[in-house]
């Protein structure tokens, strides 16, 4: 109800009464106005309370999200999209065409929780009556000396799991394993090397790599970035099971301590199969020998293609005569001086069973004849110096570069000084030691044109690159040499028909251990290649003393021993590749046949 | 005018308030259906690991070699040799499809009529 400002009866009073009407309007409208300053005041002081209670509920409920945020643990995004979570566990390790070389398998550890067993020596006893390792008085003087955990296995079977469960003691528990599987069995053992536990918890445990490619590429293998990844190998399964076989075979037959093979592509320096026997299983990885008077090679953990390091005999020569033909000093048909026994200061240099070839010889009959004296008069030409640069640029010098733990331990033995008859020495493979994986790199390198290339245990995309060690027509003539060797040299049961095989034989006496050499302990290698119009495949072929019973004689050559084992494998390997044997060029029917 | 507004508000917040409170529910199935199908799929792929292990340890070399001499008489597998390539020239030509014959009356035909009943 609006009062109005001049109210007709306060006015008639007023003027009745002689006072100014005026001041009632006056006071009126100052009413008026305080009552509209009130309500405006009321308005602004509540939207003033609004705006205040906004921003308390702002920042309460800003606080209270970061207070449940800090209060609570953390969790993944559970609509995460499949894929992009990390994969923890180790890769695996497949051959050239992705057949499983290494895989993981998910098992469980036992462990125990003595506190809350019920029955420890009822248990104990029936634990050991599963594993039989296990002793039951020790296993339950743990269960009740009052420690509160014990580990009792790494690894279960399932049907261990299952007669674990049966025993039912609330104090027994399982833990999830990752089991690192090699489900070829000691197949490629060498090159795959094994693995342990590393870190070990209740919920996982760390699988790391101990020995060869697992442990050299060990980070590779455990990083979570590679997703999982299969590391491919340049090893092929079948490839390496029959020279397993047929080198087992050679060993047994040839009363060998040892044998290693190396099959190696000669263009691209990937390995295709590396053998070293003995074997091992790595699923269950022996020991090392504690024995301190044992020699390395006496455990089979030994690798005898890449730690192996001996002195290689023959094999050497061709090295010789092929850089003598790259500098120009020889070609195929110089004639050297060959005759033994050749007289050096102190030293007499003979030729094997007191042969002499002499008095002068081809050149590419001292490969083919493996004539001592003729090789160290050109090793005379060569001159020390230019000598080892050859030997080095063909990697003889270094550790091999192949991915294998082993590798960068087995350094080739250099002689310290290298005076002339070291040279006329080394030209033959005697007084300096290297593997039979540096004979395989240097001998791809004459095989594929003159390149010197990495061996790899990876496979390789793309073409390789390398240093050229030689020109391809020293290269050439070198495999030519070589090929006679097979023919008509020393090693002519190496011959497989339609595979040309080019090789050099090398017989080297064992050094003793407290100087000296044995009599009749020899390793005997043959290092080849093929086919030798075209080379493509190098394999060395080493055996750890061999001996040849048969035909009422014992034989400790490498023609005897080493070559044969080669050949066989060259003719049941060199189909597995896809090469076609070459066939003599069939002579044409003289009479020729037609139909009337 | 205002209080229709105010009701359409009304049955607005209540609509809106329904279709949160649906949304809600169905998010949180998804992600449960997510879970599962995770859970599934790592069981799966454990599988897979353990499948790929035991056909690699079956088809090992050294079982594939036995297996190859216990059942020689059936299968008389023998290792590759050289022999075994041939040449394209040993191929022999697929044998010469005979024609079909589609009119038994035209057996006693004349040369040279056969081609039109083909």
């Keep these: ?596 | 005018m205002r209080p229709v507004l105010y009701v359409l508000s009304f049955l607005a917040l209540i609509a809106l308030g329904f279709w949160a409170y649906r949304e809600n529910y169905a998010t949180q199935a998804a992600l449960k259906e997510v879970e599962r199908l995770q859970r599934q799929i790592s069981g799966l792929r454990e599988a897979l690991t353990v499948q790929r292990a035991e056909w690699a340890y079956l088809n090992r070399p050294d079982r594939l070699r036995q297996l190859a001499t216990a059942n020689f008489d059936r299968l008389g597998l023998m290792p590759m040799e050289p022999s075994q390539f041939g040449t394209a020239a040993q191929v022999a030509y697929p044998a010469a499809k005979l024609p079909e014959i589609s009119f038994t009356t035209d057996i006693q035909g004349t040369i040279g009529s056969g081609a039109e009943g083909l």
């Excluded at chain 1, 039951?136 to 000396?145: G, I, M, Y």
């Excluded at chain 1, 500098?327 to 001086?337: A, E, I």
Aim: hydrophobic share 40%.
């Design chain 1, 1 to 596: 109800m609006r009062t109005p400002l001049r109210p007709l009866a306060r006015i008639l009073q007023a003027r009745q009464e002689g006072l100014n009407p005026d001041s009632i309007e006056r006071e009126n409208l100052k009413l008026r106005h305080e009552a509209a300053r009130e309500k405006a005041r009321g308005r602004a002081q509540l939207r003033l309370m609004f705006l205040c209670l906004s921003f308390v509920a702002a920042f309460v409920s800003i606080g209270a999200r970061m207070g449940l945020m800090a209060a609570t643990d953390p969790v993944e995004p559970r609509s995460s999209a499949p894929g992009a979570e990390i994969i923890a566990q180790r890769a695996d390790i497949t051959d050239r065409n992705g057949r499983v070389l290494a895989t993981n398998m998910t098992t469980h550890a036992l462990y125990a929780h003595p506190k809350v067993m019920v029955d420890p020596k009822g248990t104990a006893v029936k634990l050991a009556e599963i594993f039989p390792e296990l002793d039951p008085k020790a296993l339950e003087r743990r269960f009740t000396d009052g420690r509160s955990f014990v580990w009792i296995r790494k690894v279960l079977s399932p049907e261990q799991m299952q007669r674990v469960h049966e025993i039912g003691d609330p104090g027994l528990l399982f833990g999830p394993r990752e089991m690192r599987l090699y489900p070829n069995g000691t197949l490629a053992a060498h090159v795959l090397g094994g693995t342990s536990f590393g870190a070990e918890g209740v919920h996982s445990a760390e699988v790391i790599g101990v020995a060869g490619i697992e442990k050299a590429m060990d980070a590779r293998l455990r990083d979570p970035a590679q997703g999982g990844e299969p590391l491919t190998l340049s090893i092929d399964l079948t490839l390496q099971s029959t020279i397993e076989e047929v080198l087992a075979a050679g060993m047994g037959m040839l009363n060998a301590k040892g044998a290693a093979a190396i099959l190696m592509d000669a263009r691209t320096g990937e390995i295709l199969a590396l053998a070293s026997l003995p074997t091992f299983d790595p699923n269950d990885r022996p020991n090392p020998l504690v024995d301190k008077n044992a020699e390395p090679g006496d455990s089979p953990l030994f690798n005898r293609a890449v730690q192996g390091v001996y002195e290689l005999g023959s094999t050497f020569k061709i090295f010789a005569v092929a850089q003598a033909m790259e500098l120009g000093l020889v070609n195929p048909q110089t004639l050297v001086d060959a005759n033994a026994p050749m007289i050096w200061g102190k030293h007499r240099i003979k030729e094997f069973e007191g042969h002499n070839y002499g008095p002068l010889l081809a050149v590419t009959d001292v490969i083919a004849k493996s004539s001592n004296v003729g090789t160290a008069h050109i090793a005379l030409m060569i001159g020390p110096l230019r000598q080892q640069q050859f030997l080095k640029s063909l990697g003889f010098f270094e550790p091999t570069p192949v991915e294998l733990v082993e590798a960068p331990g087995a350094k080739p033995l250099i002689p310290k000084k290298w005076p002339e008859i070291v040279t006329i020495t080394t030209s033959y493979g005697h007084g300096m030691s290297a593997s039979p994986m540096h004979l395989a790199a240097a001998y791809a390198a004459i095989a594929n044109g003159g390149v010197m290339i990495k061996p790899t245990l990876l496979k390789r995309e793309g073409p390789t690159t390398g240093v050229r060690v030689m020109s391809e027509k020293t290269a050439e003539e070198s495999v030519k040499m070589l090929r006679r060797v097979v023919l008509e040299g020393t090693a002519t049961l190496g011959d497989v028909p339609g595979y040309e095989v080019a090789g050099k034989t090398g017989t080297a006496d064992k050094p003793k251990k407290s100087g000296g050499y044995y009599k009749d302990k020899v390793v005997n290698t043959f290092a080849s290649m093929f086919p030798a119009s075209n080379p493509q495949y190098v394999l060395i072929v080493t055996l750890d003393e061999p001996q040849d019973d048969t035909l009422s004689q014992t034989r400790r050559t490498a023609g005897w021993t080493a070559v044969p084992v080669a050949a066989e494998i060259i003719r049941r390997v060199a189909p597995l590749m896809g090469l076609r044997p070459k066939l003599e060029p069939v002579a044409t029917d003289a009479v020729t046949a037609a139909s009337n």
